[in-house]
């Protein structure tokens, strides 16, 4: 059974830089032709996928974050990881990590960390 | 890359039937047979119900059904549980290649 976990501070300060890691278990980051992908959810509203990253290391954003976003991948970890800068309270969220198929379904989700952006 | 529409809610009767909406465009709903469902409880992770417009992945109920007609996709749920109350969202491959959700729709089951 697959799982994945997110990790990493649940407050940033406005202008910083959002880094969070996901530890995937149950299974190597490496095999199968899956696309790990970062979620987020502000609270009381919908989901926006933020991109994601095969394990070959090619990468898709999302047009409205892409020049803040960086998604990247450890395989010897078992782990990917996204860098969100130049945060604002806009940013403020639950962030999930999931796994998805080539048709853009998710299979796979981490339960989802908050991270608040504030001074 | 423009949300899908969903309706803000829906809501039936324990053993009613309800179905979802999900209209998108022909870049992404329309074009392709990749619309996923999810279902979100409170505080947890969504939890893919439906994949590829009418599949249903393993420990899902058959009470669950997608289908799909032009630009609109569609999410059933009959028999109609209490548990079920839950916030669902579509989504969809798109012409980028890379998936677009839509708003969420809240169901109630009164």
């Known amino acids: 059974q697959v799982q994945l976990q997110e990790s990493g501070p649940g407050l940033v300060k406005p202008s910083q830089t959002l880094s969070l890691t996901c530890t995937v278990s149950g299974g190597s980051i490496s095999s199968g032709s899956y696309y790990w992908s970062w979620i987020r959810q502000p609270a009381g509203k919908g989901l926006e996928w933020i991109g994601r990253i095969y394990t070959s290391g090619s990468t898709n954003y999302n047009p409205s974050l892409k020049s803040r976003v960086t998604i990247s991948v450890d395989t010897s970890k078992n782990q990917f990881s996204l860098k969100l800068s130049s945060v604002t309270a806009a940013d403020t969220a639950v962030y999930y990590c999931?796994?998805?198929?080539?048709?853009?379904?998710?299979?796979?989700w981490g339960q989802g960390t908050l991270v608040t952006v504030s001074s | 890359q423009s949300a899908l529409t969903q309706p803000a809610s829906v809501s039936g009767s324990p053993g009613q039937s309800i179905t979802i909406s999900c209209t998108g465009t022909?870049?992404?709903?329309?074009?392709?047979?990749?619309v996923s469902w999810y279902q979100q409880h409170p505080g947890k992770a969504p939890k893919l119900m439906i994949y590829e417009v009418s599949n249903r992945p393993s420990g899902v109920p058959d009470r669950f059904s997608g289908s799909k007609s032009g630009n609109t996709a569609s999410l059933t749920i009959s028999g109609l549980q209490a548990e079920d109350e839950a916030d669902y969202y579509c989504s969809s491959y798109t012409s980028s290649s890379t998936p677009v959700f839509g708003g969420g729709t809240k169901l109630t089951v009164l």
């Open positions: 999931a796994r998805g198929l080539k048709t853009s379904s998710f299979d796979y």
């Open positions: 022909s870049s992404d709903v329309g074009g392709y047979n990749y």
